[in-house]
T-cell receptor, first 118, second 112 residues
Framework: GAVVSQHPSRVICKSGTSVKIECRSLDFQATTMFWYRQFPKQSLMLMAT?????????EQGVEKDKFLINHASLTLSTLTVTSAHPEDSSFYIC??????????????FGPGTRLLVL | DQQVKQNSPSLSVQEGRISILNCDYT??????FLWYKKYPAEGPTFLISISSIKDKNEDGRFTVFLNKSAKHLSLHIVPSQPGDSAVYFCAASVGTASKLTFGTGTRLQVTL
């Protein structure tokens, strides 16, 4: 299957600082990438859809000024959590669309980034 | 509103037996369904998918069944192996938009 990487895998920061998470598609080009957040023992919640060369589309309830998304190339999308607070502590996962089974595109996920805001 | 539901939070199966994980959905517009496997602190791994024009798709030990009239799908793993122990998420999308809606997950434990 297609490979998606994320960096960093884990980050601890002080409240009020900004954190940037990178998502890369390693062996394919992705015009669309997705950012999810998962709280403990809960499902993955889509935060936003990142489109190469255009503005991201945010899900209802997600602050676009707090979670800045940049999709500058076909293989890289970044999520910046601005002025992070403890309630932003979560597991952030990106995914990218690639050709999958049955002729449909499938989302392949990165390994995730654990963010802890102190 | 939880459009994709996995009503069993956990399942324990003996090695070699069949594991059956269930998923129900409410949005009749969903036409593409996927199963993902997830280990703690890792991203989900794609397992298998099915389009609404089919009622069964098989890949090795994994088979997904879709019952559109009941808005129900299931994942069968046979034979189950200890390495299958993980959390399994079903997901659904409408058309080619690929915006996935995930279920809440079922933790599978395969015992020796």
């Amino acid at each position: 299957g297609a490979v998606v990487s994320q960096h960093p895998s884990r980050v601890i920061c002080k409240s009020g600082t900004s954190v940037k998470i990178e998502c890369r598609s390693l062996d394919f080009q992705a015009t669309t990438m997705f950012w999810y957040r998962q709280f403990p023992k809960q499902s993955l919640m889509l935060m936003a859809t990142s489109n190469e060369g255009s503005k991201a589309t945010y899900e209802q309830g997600v602050e676009k000024d707090k979670f800045l998304i940049n999709h500058a190339s076909l293989t890289l999308s970044t999520l910046t959590v601005t002025s992070a607070h403890p309630e932003d502590s979560s597991f952030y996962i990106c995914s990218a669309r690639a050709p999958g089974g049955g002729g449909r595109e499938t989302q392949y996920f990165g390994p995730g980034t654990r963010l802890l805001v102190l | 509103d939880q459009q994709v539901k996995q009503n069993s939070p956990s399942l324990s199966v003996q090695e070699g037996r069949i594991s059956i994980l269930n998923c129900d959905y409410t949005n009749s517009m969903f036409d593409y369904f996927l199963w993902y496997k997830k280990y703690p602190a890792e991203g989900p791994t794609f397992l298998i998918s099915i389009s609404s024009i089919k009622d069964k798709n098989e890949d090795g030990r994994f088979t997904v069944f879709l019952n559109k009239s009941a808005k129900h799908l299931s994942l069968h793993i046979v034979p189950s192996q200890p390495g299958d122990s993980a959390v399994y998420f079903c997901a659904a999308s409408v058309g080619t938009a690929s915006k996935l809606t995930f279920g809440t997950g079922t933790r599978l434990q395969v015992t020796l």
